[in-house]
């Protein structure tokens, strides 16, 4: 019985864990218009949402999108409750992709609350990704070295 008791508190420690923990959500193009811009209503970019957000262009095949997963999934901790970030499988949301002229991935989407967004195409090493967070989404000044 006293095993049947550790093993519950062990699974009750494990869940609770595992709600806190941040993550990159999937998009579909519903919710795509939905979180971050409608493009079907609007012409000009009216970003929907009150805190930033980085969203990953990626397939499932691509070599540099499975080198940037991982990095994107730390990333998405670090930045917990400052930025969101998602994932847009480019193959299962072509009107998506044409929409933002996807035609090589990985592409990133770095989106501020105000002013236009950034769309970098290449797989970029974790820290310049994190200077481009501090500095385009999180307006962070990073000190220059003398």
Known sequence: MRHFHTALLCLAALLMCAQGKAEVKHLT???FKDKIFDYSKNKEWSYQSTK??????Y???CG???RLAPIMDKLSETYKGQV???KVDTEQERELAYVFQINSIPQVLYVPVKGKPTLLKGL???ENIV???DEL???KKLQQEQ
Request: aromatic residues 18%; proline residues 11%.
């Open 59 to 61: 397939t499932t095949w």
């Open 131 to 133: 200077q481009i967070i």
């Open 137 to 139: 989404l999180l307006g």
């Open 84 to 86: 969101d970030f998602y």
């Open 52 to 57: 930033p957000c980085v969203v990953d262009f």
């Open 29 to 31: 193009t519903a919710e």
């Open 124 to 126: 970029y090493p974790e």
């Open 64 to 66: 540099p999108c499975k």
